[in-house]
């Protein structure tokens, strides 16, 4: 027993000194689990930085188009991403065998909502299941999925330690929260400060040091429940901003001011103001899903997240405010909704993205086609969209400018033609102020 207990130590001892030297040496094999718009970005900086990186998919089809070297996310260019899988350094496979070779593994797998409003974690539950199958002596782990206060410790942790190995000594296990702004031309993966915390000091600094390999900033905390906290204070914030602006704009409407130029000239004080502006609702993978993480895990400890089911309740309201304005914009030309051609300028969640994930341009279509309406759509980032049980193909945007009876501008992309759009449209509703410094009669603003 003596010679067990002397021995224990020294290894445990070489497996973080081991990691540490494998890390700083770039000799390190990178896992990312999940090659979507947080995962290949992901991906790519670590090969970038010099690593050899495996990136797991459970959809074949994304692996194979991740190996013939073409990136289908919009903001890492063939041209980086080309090279990179060419001279092996990037590879992608749906065999999970593999995580028994890495040194690291970054979990980017999906984290939505169920109907019901309470976190979907099977996504999460299938990437440790597979990761626990092959944790090693040596492993770092580390979850970047958003998700709720408490998920890497009660959920992720007991998974992997259930062979018998001690996180923190055998094996590391961190929280980092992903920050990625897809479609932001300034801050990407590699410049947006990285937050990172782990169940114990050593996983932290295991976390800290691969990140610091790849990514400009790293930002160290002391616990995954801080880590994953300080993902969703960001965006509950965000959100509850939006709703705050979006009921101004309700009243503004009502009040008829312009919320648009009380924001911009409040967003003149140098100090304790920070704009946040109006629209049709708020989309995407994390603003909309993110705080109801919150609010479910709140619930938990007796304590409901007041604020957030309010402007929860608010934003998902938009859509709705959106078509009652369409409807005025209509019934002021002498129109009624039923029967009247809508064109649609943007189907993405924000400006010069692919992603229609929650949009609220496409319940804005479907409100208005249950109306009645002849709805069309453009978008030069989405070539077709779901809407209830069919698909609408994108149509050229200015013929379609031109044929209907009120044109919606529901994304601002900044590639789109809004002189020609005003010049030919009959009527917009602009629920974006993309036609900011343009006068027209035709113009019926948020
Ligand atoms: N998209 C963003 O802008 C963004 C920003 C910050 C944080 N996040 C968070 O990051 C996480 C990932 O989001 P995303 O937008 O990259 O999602 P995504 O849907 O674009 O990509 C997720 C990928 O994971 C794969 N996957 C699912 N289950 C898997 C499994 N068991 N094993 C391997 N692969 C699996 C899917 O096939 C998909 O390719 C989410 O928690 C999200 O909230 C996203």
């Known amino acids: 027993m003596s010679s067990e207990i002397l021995q224990r130590p020294i290894e445990r001892v070489s497996a973080v000194d081991k990691l540490r030297d494998r890390i700083s040496t770039k000799k390190a094999r990178v896992g990312v689990l999940g090659l979507g718009y947080v995962g290949l970005p992901l991906a790519v900086e670590f090969a970038r930085a010099g690593f050899e990186v495996v990136g797991f998919d459970v959809q074949q089809s994304k692996v194979d188009e991740f190996n013939s070297g073409h990136s289908y996310i919009k903001d890492v260019k063939d041209d980086v991403f080309s090279p990179l899988v060419k001279s092996g350094k990037l590879r992608a496979t749906s065999d999970f065998s593999v995580i028994r070779e890495l040194d690291t593994i970054d979990i980017c797998v999906p984290t939505p909502l169920r109907k019901t409003k309470d976190p979907d974690m099977s996504f999460v539950v299938a990437a440790t299941d597979a990761i626990a199958e092959h944790v090693h002596p040596g492993l770092l782990v580390m979850l970047e999925s958003t998700t709720y206060p408490g998920t890497t410790d009660e959920l992720v942790l007991p998974k992997l330690a259930a062979g018998g190995l001690t996180v923190g000594e055998d094996f590391f296990l961190c929280f980092s929260p992903e920050r990625v702004d897809p479609g932001n031309p300034k801050y990407q993966t590699s410049n947006i400060p990285k937050v990172v915390g782990g169940i114990t000091p050593a996983c932290t600094e295991m976390g800290a040091l691969f990140y610091k390999q790849a990514l400009e900033t790293v930002v160290p905390v ?108 209509l019934n002021d030309a002498t129109k009624p909704v039923r029967g009247s051609r809508i064109h649609v300028i943007g189907a993405a969640y924000k400006r010069d993205i692919d992603d229609v994930r929650e949009s609220p341009a496409l319940d804005i279509i479907v409100l208005v086609q249950r109306m009645g309406a002849v709805v069309t759509f453009s978008d030069p980032y989405v070539p077709r969209i779901r809407v209830e049980d069919n698909y609408l193909e994108a149509q050229d945007l200015l013929p379609s400018v031109e044929a209907a009876d009120c044109v919606v501008i529901a994304t601002d992309h900044t590639g789109v033609d809004y002189r020609a759009v005003i010049d030919r449209a009959k009527l917009i509703v602009d629920t974006r102020h993309a036609l900011k410094g343009f006068r027209s009669e035709k113009i019926v603003k948020l």
Request: hydrophobic share 45%; proline share 6%; net charge negative.
């Open 222 to 329: 002391s616990s995954t429940r801080v880590a994953e906290m300080v993902k969703l204070l960001e965006n509950t914030f965000r959100m509850i901003n939006i709703g705050l602006v979006n009921e101004m704009a309700l009243m503004c409407d009502r009040m008829k001011i312009d919320v648009w130029e009380v924001i911009d000239a409040a967003a003149t004080k140098p100090f304790g103001f920070m704009p946040f502006y109006p629209g049709p609702g708020l989309g995407g993978h994390c603003i909309p899903i993110d705080p109801f993480y919150l609010s479910w895990k709140s619930k938990e400890t007796g304590m409901e997240a007041r604020f957030i089911e309010l402007a929860g309740y608010i934003n998902s309201r938009m859509p709705e405010f959106v078509v009652e304005k369409i409807q005025h914009a």
